[in-house]
């Protein structure tokens, strides 16, 4: 099977020294797909900047005119968290531009998996505000693309950390399925597992906010649990994943516990929804311990490809196994309570 990878593009103008976000990590990211030694298995696409056209899918035309005017007068800190820089917007719409190429280049081959080298990352990028070190939402503008087309798309977020850009985007979304996996508490604060979608999507977002210290036995059990039936259920026709490797026991940014083979499981626990050939690709999100994010892109890239990787044993022992019923439970009441409104409307 071939792995389809975005062209690297320059982005070492999107630096604020000191700042965790930082080049070294799509060098890493690259680092990841050399050690896979893949040949002519690798495939590389052309890399674009998103237009406006497929950012406005997304995000709100007074946000992006706004980022824009910010980077090229010079940039500066945009929150506590994110920065932008003069080079940040030429850069940021090559990353969402990336992900649309490397789509287009699995929908000529039908074929592959895709791996989309993302910097700055998207998944707390909001449609009218950067957020938590993003500026565009690289994994939505793609799922926004394929909606076009009439797509359904599934989208597994496995950073550490809530994807409440996404999240927001897709709320009343109903051929959108987003299904998070994240610590909490954590930075951004949301990801509660009574957010279940609006109510034109009623269940269309699952989130699973697991304890600081859960390991990759409780997350899969959690994944198997809750969020298996809901995709059968929804029956993608593709399946985007938002691939942070912060959940690594490594990381700098939080406490999950997760190791290189935990990821290779989730891979490929994720590729058992994906319905036909060439219609599954990774977005890079957050992994900020270089060592960790490399081994981990490479075990579950390994694992996607089919390919014998060593890897680090996968993790088991923490806590979270009594929150997985707890999830189900608010998951059901808040459906149930967006149900009853609905009722009590027609009446
Ligand atoms: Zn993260």
Partial sequence: MSLIVNEPYDDSGHEDPGHP??????TAAM???????????????????????????????NYLDELGA???????????????????????VLAAGGGIAVIEELQRRSEGVGFVVARPPGHHALADRAMGFCLLNNVAIAAAGLLTQGERVLIVDW?????????????DEPNVLYVSTHQWPLFPGSGSA???GGRHAIGRNVNIPLPPGAT??????????????????????????????????????????????????AASWVAGFVP???????????????????SSICATLSSLLGRNQDCEDPSNGGPGM???????????????????????DDQ
């Avoid at 940039?75 to 940021?92: C, E, M, P």
């Avoid at 990774?282 to 994010?293: K, P």
């Avoid at 009594?322 to 009590?344: F, S, T, W, Y």
């Fill in 159 to 171: 950073d550490v950390h809530h994807g409440n850009g996404t999240e927001q985007i897709f709320w």
């Fill in 216 to 265: 990759g036995d409780v997350i899969l059990r959690a994944l198997n649990e809750i969020a298996s039936p809901i995709i059968e259920d929804f029956d993608p026709t593709w399946v985007l994943v938002s691939a942070g490797f912060d959940a690594h026991r490594a990381d700098p940014m939080a406490e999950f516990q997760l190791t290189s083979g935990d990821f290779a499981l």
């Fill in 194 to 196: 009574s957010e279940v």
């Fill in 21 to 26: 976000e930082r080049p070294d990590r799509s």
């Fill in 31 to 61: 680092a990841a797909v050399t050690d896979l030694h893949l040949g002519s298995d690798l495939i590389i696409a052309t890399t674009r900047a998103a237009t406006r056209a497929e950012l406005i899918r997304v995000h709100n035309g």
């Fill in 70 to 92: 910010f980077c090229y007068g010079g940039g500066g800190d945009i929150d506590q968290d994110t920065y932008a820089t003069l080079d940040s917007w030429s850069i940021a």
């Fill in 276 to 294: 036909r050939p060439g219609r599954l690709s990774l977005f890079l999100e957050g992994g900020y311990d270089l060592d960790a994010l490399r």
């Fill in 322 to 344: 009594d929150r997985i019923v707890r999830i189900q439970d608010a998951r059901h009441a808040a459906i149930d309570m967006l149900h009853q409104a609905d009722k009590e």
